[in-house]
């Protein structure tokens, strides 16, 4: 089966903005991947001045929220890193017949939405005898602030015109739909927790080499958490 692979512009983020980003990209995929009847539902970002389409499915969206809630926890432990959650499309297939009748997940598409959450200066707050310098700082911090509010918020439309734009020219792989379902069977990836060696513990053990060199493109992908 032919699969194909998006990969989203960067976004640079705070932590306080990572939910409300996610959540219009995560539902706008999804969205125009959708089947059957949905009830469409237009959401409002608080933070950006821009509007997103939900499908209007209660699981779903509670299910996003679970995934991004792991993720936000996530990013607690791991600040000021770059990070990839994955969107991924798949077609349930039966396995040869067995004592156990597995099934399998045969993938068409993945979504790769790229974040790099960072942490910028705010203002600071308080009196001092060089209360002036304090306040032209304060309003620099905000100046600043409203600046990259605007190029996040650029950047953000430029991701959703991507999406749109790869789901209008690429429809060849997607599979035959069923009518009984609203959105086809999907799972989100975040990142997993990376054991860290000492650099001597890796060079002076062998296995260890051979077993990082087998499992590198493992370590950089993500930990599997389905709908």
């Given at each position: 089966?032919?699969?194909?692979?998006?990969?989203?512009?960067?976004?640079?983020?705070?932590?306080?903005?990572?939910?409300?980003?996610?959540?219009?990209?995560?539902?706008?995929?999804?969205?125009?991947?959708?089947?059957?009847?949905?009830?469409?539902?237009?959401?409002?970002?608080?933070?950006?001045?821009?509007?997103?389409?939900?499908?209007?499915?209660?699981?779903?969206?509670?299910?996003?929220?679970?995934?991004?809630?792991?993720?936000?926890?996530?990013?607690?432990?791991?600040?000021?890193?770059?990070s990839q959650?994955?969107?991924?499309?798949?077609?349930?297939?039966?396995?040869?017949?067995?004592?156990?009748?597995?099934?399998?997940?045969?993938?068409?598409?993945?979504?790769?939405?790229?974040l790099h959450?960072?942490?910028?200066?705010?203002?600071?707050?308080?009196?001092?005898?060089?209360?002036?310098?304090?306040?032209?700082?304060?309003?620099?911090?905000?100046?600043?602030?409203?600046?990259?509010?605007?190029?996040?918020?650029?950047?953000?439309h430029e991701?959703?015109?991507?999406?749109?734009?790869?789901?209008?020219?690429?429809?060849?792989?997607?599979?035959?739909?069923?009518?009984?379902?609203?959105?086809?069977?999907?799972?989100?990836?975040?990142?997993?927790?990376?054991?860290?060696?000492?650099?001597?513990?890796?060079?002076?053990?062998?296995?260890?080499?051979?077993?990082?060199?087998?499992?590198?493109?493992?370590?950089?992908?993500?930990?599997?958490?389905?709908?």
């Amino acid at each position: 089966m032919n699969c194909e692979v998006c990969q989203l512009k960067e976004l640079e983020v705070e932590h306080f903005e990572i939910r409300e980003v996610l959540c219009c990209i995560l539902h706008t995929i999804v969205f125009h991947r959708a089947l059957g009847l949905v009830r469409p539902k237009d959401i409002d970002l608080e933070l950006f001045n821009i509007t997103y389409v939900q499908c209007g499915d209660v699981e779903l969206e509670k299910k996003i929220e679970e995934k991004i809630d792991q993720f936000i926890s996530w990013v607690e432990k791991h600040p000021n890193k770059k990070s990839q959650i994955c969107l991924s499309f798949y077609e349930t297939k039966n396995k040869q017949p067995s004592w156990f009748n597995k099934t399998e997940r045969l993938f068409w598409e993945h979504w790769y939405v790229n974040l790099h959450v960072t942490q910028h200066t705010k203002a600071h707050s308080g009196k001092s005898h060089h209360s002036k310098p304090m306040v032209d700082l304060g309003e620099t911090v905000s100046e600043d602030m409203g600046v990259r509010r605007e190029a996040l918020e650029a950047s953000l439309h430029e991701v959703l015109f991507q999406i749109i734009k790869f789901v209008n020219e690429k429809k060849d792989h997607v599979p035959p739909i069923n009518e009984d379902i609203i959105c086809f069977p999907c799972e989100i990836t975040i990142p997993r927790l990376v054991l860290i060696l000492p650099v001597h513990v890796i060079q002076n053990n062998i296995f260890i080499k051979k077993l990082l060199i087998m499992c590198v493109s493992k370590l950089q992908h993500v930990a599997c958490l389905s709908f």
